[in-house]
């Protein structure tokens, strides 16, 4: 069983920055592919970005390509979600999920979630 718990969500203005943390707990953090996903309201949960177990493979989707870096700690059983140059459309509920193995890009190919936090990006 993995525990997964987001922070860092707020309210920011368009243009600026934050940064989402998701601190694991239960079972060998290192060992597994690390992925944050978003679901805005009335809208289905959309892949942002994955990050392999030992950090050195990432991909990210092609809304916030350039513009989030993700990144993880193992030695603190942490994934980061970095995101700049925020717009009003990166307003959701921000997911992050955990999976054995290599990463995944649906939502279906993920075992464990978070609760999520929200980020608004006021224009």
């Known amino acids: 069983q993995v525990q997964l718990v987001e922070s860092g969500g707020g309210l920011v203005q368009a243009g600026g920055s934050l940064r989402l943390s998701c601190a694991a707990s239960g079972r060998t953090f290192s060992t597994d592919a690390m992925g944050w996903f978003r679901q805005a309201p009335g809208k289905e949960r959309e892949f942002v970005a994955v990050?392999?177990?030992?950090?050195?493979?990432?991909f990210y989707g092609d809304s916030v390509k350039g513009r989030f870096t993700i990144s993880r700690d193992n030695a603190k059983n942490t994934v980061y979600l970095q995101m700049n140059s925020l717009k009003p459309d990166d307003t959701a509920v921000y997911y992050c999920a955990a999976r054995r193995g290599s990463p995944g890009y649906v939502e279906s190919a993920y075992t464990y979630w978070g609760q999520g936090t929200q980020v608004t990006v006021s224009s």
């Open positions: 990050i392999n177990y030992s950090g050195g493979n990432t």
